[in-house]
Nanobody, 125 residues
Framework: VQLQASGGGLVQAGDSLRLSCAASGRTFTSTRMGWFRQAPGKRREFVAA????????YYADSAKARFTISRDNAKNMVYLQMNDLKPEDTAVYYCAADLAEGWTTAAVSSVYLYWGQGTQVTVSS
């Protein structure tokens, strides 16, 4: 399974971006897709996750008000809509996939089996 993240860029505070993650490879059977981010000098942190089948979602507290995760099963795509971006959102954003269900481990990066290469989001003030 290969994951390809895209859609990052340089934006100003208050702008919006939509990140995309394309899944390809052998039959895609992952049940959970997640977005993580990592700012320079900081640990990778969880942003949001979605159940591939049901579409149910789970968010980090920092993302609940401004970010929306969604998926398109037919296209094997997952999206992260980010609104009202802030300088502290600056990071490399990664999409990831795993076979777990439920949300108990959704925020734990080590349980995800597959990772995309990351896309840079830079928010200027």
């Amino acid at each position: 399974v290969q994951l390809q993240a895209s859609g990052g860029g340089l934006v100003q505070a208050g702008d919006s971006l939509r990140l995309s993650c394309a899944a390809s490879g052998r039959t895609f059977t992952s049940t959970r897709m997640g977005w993580f981010r990592q700012a320079p000098g900081k640990r990778r942190e969880f942003v949001a996750a979605i159940n591939w089948s049901t579409g149910s979602t789970y968010y980090a507290d920092s993302a609940k008000a401004r970010f929306t995760i969604s998926r398109d099963n037919a296209k094997n795509m997952v999206y992260l809509q980010m609104n009202d971006l802030k300088p502290e959102d600056t990071a490399v954003y990664y999409c990831a996939a795993d076979l777990a269900e439920g949300w108990t481990t959704a925020a734990v990066s080590s349980v995800y089996l597959y990772w995309g290469q990351g896309t840079q989001v830079t928010v200027s003030s």
